[in-house]
């Protein structure tokens, strides 16, 4: 019996890594001889470049950059030297949990800090850049990333305005005369699980601004800001406003498509196809995976979505392990999907999270071995 274990992460309990050894520990509890493939997943966000150090072998090269805030914090990116690769997990420099509820202030965010680690990997010679999008503190449209790189953002008197909201509604041009130039020789991929355009209704602002703490009168002014940084720039990034995936992240998601040429991928494939996923699953009797909620979301581009669509192509069958699981997510089972909760009814969200390795783990043991045979 083979069984892939391929987990996103379960938000505040366990990491993806941690998730796919409670589940190959749950198989093995159930049939000790069973072969298991751990390969821990991640739709873009949180995770992200654990899950492809995890699976690839790729090493992590560790980086000191600004947070969100421009606080110095412990950050890095997964390089993988015989491919000039580098991974970077936009949320682990300017992501929305390392920074406390009271101090976050999305107005003066920026993502200068994935600027940074984007240097740190072209001077270490990356060819190839894969930034995983999601989890962000931040409403800049990248121009804090674009800073880092050498766009100049000026104001009438052709002083150069720091990448924040509150600085950037008085720009009057955009200079992308210094762009580094190592950047033309870059392939850059953008792993995304939203295809928000980047203004209006559907926005970063709008849709994602009050996840971050924005008021409506917040709301109001980043959405007015980033539509006065479009009608200053170049028409490529004009016309990238409008793509599927350009509000991700704040609207960092528009300036490498706009700015910087990136190609826009839906995370989970993305992932999938760089861990080798597809492969395995061909291989394999069984399917595993899961993530803290599942729910409406999940079948739009989140993880379990995006495992199950690559194991019904090789028709093997898959279940899936959620710390919770809402009624809305019942479309997503079918004969070929099982869904379960690893949480006991009566279980309290605090203990759920702290217990939650070893739920999983009796979960699935349960499951294989009422179904193994």
């Known amino acids: 019996m083979l069984v892939v274990c ?44 654990a899950a492809i150090a995890s699976a690839t072998g790729a090493v992590w090269v560790p980086a000191v950059v600004p947070d969100a805030l421009g606080r110095p914090i412990e950050s890095g990116y997964v390089w993988a030297p015989g491919v000039h690769r580098a991974v970077i997990e936009m949320a682990s420099a300017a992501g929305l949990e390392g920074i406390a509820a009271k101090d976050r202030n999305v107005r003066k965010a920026s993502t200068r800090g994935v600027g940074r680690l984007v240097l740190a990997a072209l001077e270490n010679g990356a060819r190839h850049l894969v930034i995983g999008l999601g989890g962000s503190a931040t409403n800049d449209g990248g121009a804090g990333l674009l ?59 709008a849709v994602y601004g009050p996840q971050k703490g924005a008021t409506p009168d917040d709301v109001a002014y980043l959405d007015g800001v980033l539509a006065h940084l479009v009608r200053l ?50 291989e394999a009797d069984l399917v595993l995976t899961g993530e803290g909620s599942v729910d409406a979301q999940t079948l739009h581009g989140k993880t379990p979505a995006g495992v199950a669509a690559i194991a019904q192509r090789h028709s093997v069958p ?56």
Not at 147 to 160: H, I, K, S
Not at 186 to 195: H, L, N
């Open 147 to 205: 800073d880092e790189l050498g766009v100049r953002f000026l104001d009438e008197a052709g002083t150069e305005l720091e990448p924040v909201p509150t600085e950037l509604e008085f720009c009057a041009a955009i200079d992308l005369s210094t762009l580094d130039p190592r950047l033309a020789d870059c392939r850059i991929e953008a792993a995304c699980d939203v295809t928000n355009p980047l203004l209006g209704a559907h926005g970063a602002s």
């Open 318 to 373: 898959v279940v899936v392990f959620g710390g919770r699981i809402t009624a809305d997510a019942q479309p997503f089972a079918s004969d070929a999907v099982s869904l379960v909760c690893i949480t006991p009814d009566s279980q309290p969200l605090a203990d759920a999270l702290r217990l939650g390795q070893a739920n999983l783990r009796r979960s699935v043991a349960e499951w294989v071995a009422a179904h193994a045979g």
């Open 233 to 282: 720039s170049p028409p490529s990034a004009a016309v990238a406003a409008g793509l599927p995936g350009s509000g991700a992240a704040g609207g960092l998601g528009w300036a490498l498509l706009g700015f910087l040429g990136a190609t826009m991928r839906p995370g989970v494939d993305l992932v999938a196809d760089t861990i080798g996923l597809d492969a395995a699953v061909a």
């Open 6 to 49: 391929a987990p996103d992460s379960y938000k505040e309990s366990m990491s993806a890594p941690l998730a796919a050894q409670a589940m190959a520990d749950g198989v093995r509890d159930a049939v000790p001889d069973a072969v298991v493939l751990q390969l821990p997943m991640s739709d873009g966000g949180e995770g992200f470049t």
